[in-house]
């Protein structure tokens, strides 16, 4: 057995460290967006494949038999690929996906389906918004350029941005309700863009717009074809055959 971990997020992480516990041969993939990514504790390669074929040959060349999707929920272009090169090559394939968080009835939640979408859904009027979508996706917020804009980054950003003016706080999660509260008055946030990532890392923010009465334009999950998946680590290690493992 040799599985490679398609990684990025805290579930990856976890999963890294307890596959490295139990001895399990593989290898931790990233790919790339961040400049300082976090030590793993397995051999790590850091970049894209090549798509769907320079996956397939990835896989074939280094032989890998067990592939374990944990990227982001949003990192669909990854995961379609992930999908296609397992196919092709016969490997086994596990979807590693938190589940997506729930509104409530105390939430103000505009939900949408892209980014373009969340863009139409600000209102006209001038207001202070928190970006919570990643630096790569904030380009279309431009054509809205009245709005007072926070935006969050892991890394300082290495270019100019396409927002002019925004408020960027360089920092890394995860964080508490009483950080994004505190974040949230000082900067007198009125809107929150956010994407349904699920998990508890990054779920501060949602509770702390429930707790302000603040509406959340809430993008959903890509649609991605079926597939194999599971919201624990523990369920991957039993996927893998090594039970006993669990607990070491």
């Keep these: 057995m040799r599985a490679l971990i398609l990684g990025g997020t805290a579930d990856a992480s976890s999963l890294a460290a307890t596959i490295a516990r139990a ?16 030590e793993q504790p397995l ?20 032989g890998i038999t067990h592939v374990i999707d944990a990227t982001h929920p949003f990192a669909a272009e990854m995961s379609r690929n992930a999908i296609a090169a397992c196919a092709q090559t016969a490997t086994s394939l596990l979807a590693l996906e938190r589940a997506p968080w729930d509104k409530t009835s105390d939430d103000r939640w505009i939900e949408v389906a892209d980014v373009v979408s969340a863009v139409a859904a600000l209102p006209d009027s001038r207001a202070n918004v928190f970006l919570a979508i990643g630096r790569q996706h904030i380009a279309p917020f431009g054509s809205q350029p009245q709005h007072a804009y926070t935006l969050r980054f892991v890394d300082p950003p290495d270019e100019r941005l396409p927002l002019p003016g925004a408020d960027v706080i360089v920092s890394r999660g995860p964080f508490t309700l009483d950080n994004e509260l505190e974040m949230m008055r000082a900067r007198r946030i009125a809107w929150i863009v956010a994407r349904n990532s699920g ?17 959340v334009i809430m993008i959903t999950r890509p649609p991605l074809p079926e597939r194999q998946r599971v919201e624990s680590v523990s369920e991957v290690m039993e996927w893998l055959g090594h039970r006993t493992c669990l607990g070491a």
């Design 199 to 215: 998990g508890g890392g990054a779920r501060a923010k949602i509770d702390a717009a429930r707790t302000l009465g603040l509406p």
């Design 43 to 62: 051999p790590t390669r850091i970049g894209g494949f090549g798509g769907v074929n320079g996956l397939a040959d990835y896989l074939r060349r280094e």
């Design 23 to 38: 001895g399990i041969d593989a290898v931790y993939s990233y790919g790339g967006r961040t400049a300082a990514p976090a």
